[in-house]
């Protein structure tokens, strides 16, 4: 099946500085992209679709100029944390849609667990 | 707003019972529908999906869904559990008209004693 990795899969950071992360299609191109964020014991909820070569959409209440994602390569999609706050630690998951599949399932990376001091 | 509704936030089973968790969602559209399963410390998963056609679908580890349009449910089913199958489980929405994106359930968590 598609294979989505995320780099790194924890950092501690001090507030105030940024984090980036990244999100890789191993074995297919993904136009399209996804970020989700998932506190404890809750549900994932979409920060942004990540479409390359274009601007990302955000979902309404996520601040764009806070987390600035870039889709540069059809296999690559990063989300950096601008000035990170206690606030924005959190666990940050990515998704890929492969559409050679037909359909439109996404394949999801292992996450990314974020905590800022 | 679509919505996606989880019934049961934490099921308690022994191992043997039959597992129905409840997934309602509110949109009008043509859509995809998916059951995801977190286990503890692991990545998202996927169980089993719904597209088109037969609307009871199979997904592995013996789970399986069914599609009722009329009710606006996609109910995840298994008749019997196992220890193994302790995690939290997602119901999610593909919305065909926004791009594809996914909308999740609150998800529920699932605890089987042994």
């Known amino acids: 099946g598609a294979v989505v990795s995320q780099h790194p899969s924890w950092v501690i950071c001090k507030s105030g500085t940024s984090v980036k992360i990244e999100c890789r299609s191993l074995?297919?191109?993904?136009?399209?992209m996804f970020w989700y964020r998932q506190f404890p014991k809750q549900s994932l909820m979409l920060m942004a679709t990540?479409?390359?070569?274009?601007?990302?959409?955000?979902e309404q209440g996520v601040e764009k100029d806070k987390f600035l994602i870039n889709h540069a390569s059809l296999t690559l999609s990063t989300l950096t944390v601008t000035s990170a706050h206690p606030e924005d630690s959190s666990f940050y998951i990515c998704?890929?849609?492969?559409?050679?599949?037909?359909?439109?399932?996404?394949?999801f990376g292992p996450g990314t667990r974020l905590t800022v001091l | 707003a679509q919505s996606v509704s989880q019934h049961n936030h934490h099921v308690i089973l022994s191992e043997a019972a039959s597992l129905e968790l409840g997934c309602n969602y509110s949109y009008g559209g043509t859509v995809n529908l998916f059951w995801y399963v977190q286990y503890p410390g692991q990545h998202l998963q996927l169980l089993l999906k719904y597209f088109s056609g037969d609307p009871l679908v199979k997904g592995i580890k013996g789970f399986e869904a069914e599609f009722i349009k009329s009710k606006f449910s996609f109910n995840l089913r298994k008749p019997s559990v196992q220890w193994s199958d302790t995690a939290e489980y997602f119901c999610a929405v593909n919305l065909y008209n926004q791009g594809g994106k996914l909308i999740f359930g609150q998800g529920t968590e699932l605890s089987v004693k042994p």
């Open positions: 998704s890929a849609r492969d559409p050679s599949g037909g359909g439109n399932e996404q394949f």
């Open positions: 990540s479409n390359e070569g274009s601007k990302a959409t955000y």
């Open positions: 074995d297919f191109q993904a136009t399209t």
